[in-house]
């Protein structure tokens, strides 16, 4: 275990019955930096993080999550790639990003739960266009409707599901620029799934690049070279 670390990945083994996706990874995710994960389609990153996520229980090995002072458990916020929403898609931005918030009596929330939301929407600069139908919000606006949504519960750990694939490239922008801010504010930690390397080189400190069951890790700054290397 590393000695600041959010997440500690022990001989993790997922395996199929006709095949083994993670392959005895060992890594640690360090608190507060924001980390990347490539590979090829199939290469097994929705599998690493279904099993993050508790959602997949491993064939071998654990995920040891460390919460942060005062928290009973790790608290992950998920942003998936952008699809696009309705045009009569009724909720408001705010109903929207509240729907994360069900825990009590959505949409009559308790003053703490307002208040989270309200901090999501300023966070994200919704808050002007919190009352705009999100079906008539343009798609950056979506995205980052999606991304208060997943900050609502005040996580410590981002994970990004390739959720700038299809958006324009200023949005793409927007959107990092903002995380990255709430990684500098709030030592938030990331986990951006990308195929896209200039992004991943621009708003992310390390890679995770899994390949053949195995991850190599390192700084974005070595990512061209490694990936030439996995296609020799
Ligand atoms: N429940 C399952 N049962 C059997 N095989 C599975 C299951 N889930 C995933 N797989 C297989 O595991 C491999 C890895 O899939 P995974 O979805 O994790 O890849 P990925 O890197 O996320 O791909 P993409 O970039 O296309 O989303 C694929 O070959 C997939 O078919």
Redesign the pocket.
Known sequence: MHKDSILDIEHLTVR????T?LDDINLSIQRGTMVSLI??????????I?TILHQLKPTKGKIIAHPGAGRRHLEIGYVPQFRNIDTGYPLSIKSFVGLNRLKHRWPFYLPQEHAALISALKRTNLLKLQNIRLGSASGGEKQRAYLAQALVNDPELLILDEATASLDVKAKNELMTLVQQLNQSDQLTVIFITHDFELAQKYTQRFMF?NEGKIETGPVADLSEKFLEAHA
Request: overall charge positive.
């Open positions: 199929f019955p006709d095949k996706v590979g090829e389609n199939g290469a097994g990153k929705t599998t690493l279904r899994l």
